[in-house]
């Protein structure tokens, strides 16, 4: 008979013991007990936008003003007044929108779209208009936001989308704002189009939706040439 080493036994057994090892995961993966790691493949970063705009919302125009607490004054003082951060924006305000290519080739804005955040009570305040200005806008709209799915409406002077745009060739865009009832939270949601690309631009304030109130609950003062705002309107 021929010997068998310590060695070569231990290796059979080393052997044997491999095989039943493999065969029992074999099992408890077909059961679903045994967790596989997954790495996941980090993150892409989402392409650059071929557009981009920069948005301005006050009302710089007297077809407008901002609605403040009511806290019983006859008149405010207009030069170096801060509105409180209670202060809303009032209907006939206009939100003003550049919008420009940033990626060196052309871009086609093909529609833009409001989307109402949420609709609250309008707030009982002090109406404080604006001043006038005379600046006349490229392109300007307007929308109802008393309507259930509010849209912007070109003014009869001014042609609908599309429009084109690159980095030499910006457009500017004013929305004048009409609400008669609620205090309304709102963005604008603007689509655009650059070759086989596409994507939407999402305009606001800062980060926060534009809001707009009526002012049919406020009081409201009149301004007096460009230094005080007083009760009297006459």
Same mark, same amino acid.
């Given at each position: 008979?021929?010997?068998?080493?310590?060695?070569?036994?231990? *290796?059979?057994?080393?052997?044997?013991r491999g095989v039943i090892a493999l065969a029992?995961?074999?099992?408890?993966?077909?059961?679903?007990?045994?967790?596989?790691?997954?790495?996941?493949?980090?993150?892409?970063?989402?392409?650059?936008?071929?557009?981009?705009?920069?948005?301005?919302?006050?009302?710089?125009?007297?077809?407008?003003?901002?609605?403040?607490?009511?806290?019983?004054?006859?008149?405010?003082?207009?030069?170096?007044?801060?509105?409180?951060?209670?202060?809303?924006?009032?209907?006939?305000?206009?939100?003003?929108?550049?919008?420009?290519?940033?990626?060196?080739?052309?871009?086609?804005?093909?529609?833009?779209?409001?989307?109402?955040?949420?609709?609250?009570?309008?707030?009982?305040?002090?109406?404080?208009?604006?001043?006038?200005?005379?600046?006349?806008?490229?392109?300007?709209?307007?929308?109802?936001?008393?309507?259930?799915?509010?849209?912007?409406?070109?003014?009869?002077?001014?042609?609908?989308?599309?429009?084109?745009?690159?980095?030499?060739?910006?457009?500017?865009?004013?929305?004048?704002?009409?609400?008669?009832?609620?205090?309304?939270?709102?963005?604008?949601?603007?689509?655009?189009?650059?070759?086989?690309?596409?994507?939407?631009?999402?305009?606001?304030?800062?980060?926060?939706?534009?809001?707009?109130?009526?002012?049919?609950?406020?009081?409201?003062?009149?301004? *007096?040439?460009?230094?005080?705002?007083?009760?009297?309107?006459?």
């Amino acid at each position: 008979m021929q010997d068998v080493q310590v060695g070569d036994r231990i *290796d059979q057994h080393h052997d044997r013991r491999g095989v039943i090892a493999l065969a029992v995961v074999a099992v408890l993966l077909a059961a679903g007990l045994v967790a596989v790691a997954v790495w996941p493949e980090p993150p892409r970063p989402a392409p650059a936008s071929p557009v981009a705009a920069v948005v301005e919302y006050d009302p710089v125009d007297c077809a407008s003003g901002r609605v403040v607490p009511d806290q019983g004054q006859r008149e405010i003082a207009s030069e170096g007044y801060v509105p409180p951060a209670e202060a809303v924006i009032a209907s006939g305000s206009r939100v003003t929108v550049t919008v420009q290519g940033t990626a060196g080739r052309a871009v086609v804005l093909q529609s833009a779209r409001v989307e109402v955040v949420r609709s609250l009570p309008a707030p009982v305040g002090l109406f404080l208009r604006a001043g006038c200005a005379s600046k006349v806008p490229p392109r300007y709209f307007r929308v109802d936001l008393d309507r259930s799915e509010p849209r912007l409406v070109a003014e009869p002077d001014t042609p609908d989308f599309p429009y084109r745009v690159d980095q030499a060739d910006p457009e500017q865009l004013i929305v004048t704002t009409k609400v008669t009832t609620a205090l309304v939270e709102w963005r604008l949601r603007l689509a655009w189009t650059s070759g086989e690309e596409s994507g939407e631009l999402v305009l606001d304030d800062h980060g926060l939706p534009f809001r707009t109130t009526a002012v049919t609950g406020s009081r409201e003062l009149c301004l *007096d040439g460009e230094a005080m705002w007083r009760s009297d309107c006459s």
